[in-house]
């Protein structure tokens, strides 16, 4: 069966600071990976999604970058954190498009 | 006016009530999906939808293509139904949320 792992769990970072959030997903190939993002009081928001390694494509101009270092490895990044980066971050993995995502368990993420 | 609007922001049940909340959209969709996301945050898809209708259990999803509309049914609502319950819209690889629906569902 397919599961989805993200880490950390929970993460307390201060301003100007980097990030690297990881996401891996187990028991399926060639999965389409994506990021979100889900701002305190606001609606989920995609961030990045990928449908190969390397391949990466951006929703919203940010402070963050995304990288798919190998076929079922998706991370995201940035090199200074901004206060609005504060969040809780998902990823999700689907066969194709359009399909069912599956979503990781997330990371709460506080700038201070 | 945001492309996926989800009614009502707020829903309160008592036990064993049947709920319906509702999501319309002004865009172009490849599928719809419903989704519920728990209080610690965890999300779980609960159906994906590109026409008709869908069952699981006691929870019922219907699309309208033509009127861009989606209703997401639960019939006998318990409180471990409590959650967010979040409308999405896929066109290729973009997906565009509503806002949610917080139900609360009281014993």
Excluded at chain 1, 21 to 27: K, R, S
Excluded at chain 1, 64 to 69: F, K, Q
Excluded at chain 2, 69 to 90: E, G, K, M, Q
Aim: one cysteine or more.
């Amino acid at each position: 069966s397919q599961t989805i792992h993200q880490w950390p769990a929970t993460l307390v970072q201060p301003v100007g600071s980097p990030l690297s959030l990881e996401c891996t997903v187990e028991g399926t190939s060639n999965p389409n990976l994506y990021w979100y993002r889900q701002a305190a009081g606001r609606g989920l928001q995609l961030l990045f999604y990928s449908v190969g390694i390397g391949q990466i494509s951006s929703e919203v101009p940010q402070n963050l970058s995304a990288s798919r270092p190998q076929d079922r490895q998706f991370i995201l990044s940035s090199k200074k954190l901004l206060l609005s980066d504060s969040g809780f971050y998902l990823c999700a993995w689907s066969v194709s498009q359009p399909d069912t995502q599956y979503f990781g368990p997330g990371t709460r993420l506080t700038v201070l | 006016k945001n492309e996926v609007e989800q009614s009502p922001q707020n829903l309160t049940a008592q036990e064993g009530e049947f709920i319906t909340i509702n999501c319309s959209y002004s865009v172009g969709i490849s599928a719809l999906h419903w989704l519920q996301q728990h209080p610690g945050g965890g999300i779980v898809s609960l159906f994906m939808l590109s026409s008709g209708k869908k069952k699981h259990g006691r929870l019922i999803a219907t699309i309208n293509i033509q009127e861009k509309h989606s209703s997401l049914h639960i019939t006998a609502s318990h409180p471990r139904d409590s959650a967010v319950y979040i409308c999405a819209v896929l066109n290729n690889n973009d997906m565009r949320f509503g806002a949610g629906t917080r139900l609360t569902v009281k014993p």
